[in-house]
Structure formats: C-alpha cells, structure tokens
C-alpha cells in the first residue's frame, strides 16, 4: 500500500523568503512521485517529478524538490516566494511496477504569501 | 492543444437522483482517470481505464458508481441514487500512456447534492 503524508496545511511566508513544503511518503515498492499545484477554481498543474531518475528535480516556475529515499520524503522548496505562488500544493505518489499509474494524494498544504 | 474537459462544470441535483459527468481527454492519450476531492482534502482516486477496458476500478465507493468508456476517448462517470456526501468535485485526468507519465487535469466538475 501507498500513502502520504504532508506536514502543515498550512504555511505562510512572507515574499522574498524561503519555501518549504514537506511531503513524506510509504510505498513497498520503488515510487514516482509527483508535486502538483492548484490555483483557486482551477484544476491541478503539474509541478515535477520523479521517476527514478535524478533525485533532484527541477520543476516550473523555480520550484524543486530532493527524493531522500532514506527519509521518505520528497519536500518541495523555492528560494524565494513570489506572491504568484500562493496556492494549495498535493505531493502525489504512484507505484512505479505496472499498476496503471494511479496517484495517491496527501491532503495539501495552502501556500499563503504577504507582502 | 485542447486540453482535458470536463462538462458540467458544476451540478446540482436532488438526494435520490441519477447524474452523469462527461470527460474528453487529450487526443492521444490512452490512459484515463477519475478522481474525487471533497473540501479540504486531497483527490482521491476512483477508477482508471487504458483504452476502453477498466483496468482498475478499486476506488469506486460502492455500487452506485459506475464509468465507461466505450471508444476509449470521451468517458462518462455514472452516480446512481445520489446522496448528500456524494457532494464534492469530480476530476478527470489523462495521460499518454498510463504508468509513470504525467497526468493532465482537467477543471472538474463540481457536485452538489441537496
């Protein structure tokens, strides 16, 4: 069985500052994991992921997250919040054997930024 | 391109009624699924079909709930004898093929049962 966890559902920063966005995961077999966006009243966007590749991911809009298979984590960060960037945020896992792919959501994290 | 879309947006009915939500997904994209996300929560994942067939329906609640995709492209989610906590919005999602490639949401449809 799969599952995630994310701390916080809810993080605020100011603009300018770091961001941290912590998402941790349970899987028995190896993952893909995945960060996704949602704006207000819109669907979910792709942010990155991983797929056994490289463990540091580079995603849009200067958005990065580090798999640490040691940890089971998969936190997403920015160097600096733009005030764009206030949001609800998923961390999403998927088995990487042949199970058609589904993802298994955490409950979010909302993004607040001020000024 | 298009991207994937969901009609309707929105859906009111009354407890006890039938509805159906319609998904068109990318061209292309073989790999289809539905999702549900009530307030505050994540989505959660309900059924997904490669091509025409089901290949996993395990997140279907119970019986009521039903979805096809009889050419494997437009699906329809079927919710027979709504009730209140049906309510939440229904997401659809495509992908090119399935297993580990990104999946393209769609706006979804939000239900509302009264």
């Known amino acids: 069985a799969q599952s995630v966890t994310q701390l916080g559902s809810h993080v605020s920063v100011s603009e300018g500052a770091l961001v941290l966005l912590r998402c941790n995961y349970s899987?028995?077999?190896?993952?893909?994991l995945f960060w996704y966006v949602q704006y207000p009243n819109q669907g979910l966007q792709l942010l990155l992921k991983?797929?056994?590749?490289?463990?540091l991911v580079k995603g849009i809009n200067g958005f990065e997250a580090e798999f640490k298979k040691s940890e089971t984590s998969f936190h997403l960060t920015k160097p600096s919040a733009h005030m764009s960037d206030a949001a609800e945020y998923f961390c999403?896992?998927?088995?990487?054997?042949?199970?058609?792919?589904?993802?298994?959501f955490g409950q979010g994290t909302e993004l607040s930024v001020k000024p | 391109g298009a991207g994937v879309s969901q009609t309707p947006s929105n859906k009111v009915t009354e407890k006890g009624k039938y509805v159906e939500l319609r998904c068109d997904p990318i061209?292309?994209?073989?790999?289809l699924y539905w999702y549900r996300q009530s307030l505050g929560q994540g989505p959660e994942f309900l059924i997904y079909?490669?091509?025409?067939?089901?290949?996993?329906d395990s997140g279907l609640p119970n019986d009521r709930f039903f979805a096809v995709r009889p050419e494997g492209s437009v699906s329809t989610l079927k919710i027979q004898r709504t009730e209140r906590g049906d309510s939440a919005v229904y997401l659809c999602?495509?992908?090119?093929?399935?297993?580990?490639?990104?999946?393209?949401f769609g706006p979804g449809t939000r239900l509302t049962v009264l």
């Open positions: 999602a495509s992908s090119f093929t399935g297993q580990g490639d990104t999946q393209y």
């Open positions: 899987s028995s077999v190896p993952p893909y």
């Open positions: 991983y797929t056994s590749a490289a463990t």
């Open positions: 999403a896992v998927s088995s990487s054997y042949n199970q058609g792919g589904k993802l298994i």
């Open positions: 061209s292309g994209h073989t790999a």
């Open positions: 079909f490669q091509g025409t067939g089901a290949a996993d």
